[in-house]
């Protein structure tokens, strides 16, 4: 219902760079969290970081702290996700997600109502 299109992503070679790009059509969150996930072949999915709105809130999980960069343009309702120093490790579909209502949970993918579609990253040694 609320579509989030998601770019950016790619092969890269280790210690690179990747920004991957998450716009959200037909409404804006400016109440809400978006965050980042990733999900590796024969893995769970799990948290990257998310940005909350209100508060200008930002988390990391931390096997990405010091190295990505979540931000946002409110305007254009649009969340980025710089990746810096990228590893082999990092390989995965990265998917962005936006909570429907408020909920102190960020990094729970339950609490994540509306889901983009997906972007390849790839890291090579």
């Known amino acids: 219902q609320v579509p989030l299109v998601e770019s950016g992503g790619g092969l890269v070679q280790a210690g690179g760079s990747l920004r991957l790009s998450c716009a959200a059509s037909?409404?804006?969150?400016?109440?809400?969290?978006m965050g980042w996930f990733r999900q590796a072949p024969g893995k769970a999915r799990e948290f990257v970081a998310a940005n909350r709105w209100s508060g200008g809130n930002t988390y990391y999980a931390d096997f990405v702290k010091g190295r990505f960069t979540i931000s946002t343009d409110n305007a254009k309702n649009t969340v980025y996700l710089q990746m810096d120093s990228l590893k082999p490790e990092d390989t995965a579909v990265y998917y962005c997600?936006?909570?429907?209502?408020?909920?102190?949970?960020?990094?729970?993918?339950?609490?994540?109502?509306?889901w983009g579609q997906g972007t390849q990253v790839t890291v090579s040694s």
């Open positions: 997600a936006v909570q429907g209502m408020f909920y102190y949970d960020y990094d729970v993918k339950e609490r994540y109502e509306y």
């Open positions: 037909g409404r804006t969150f400016s109440t809400s969290t």
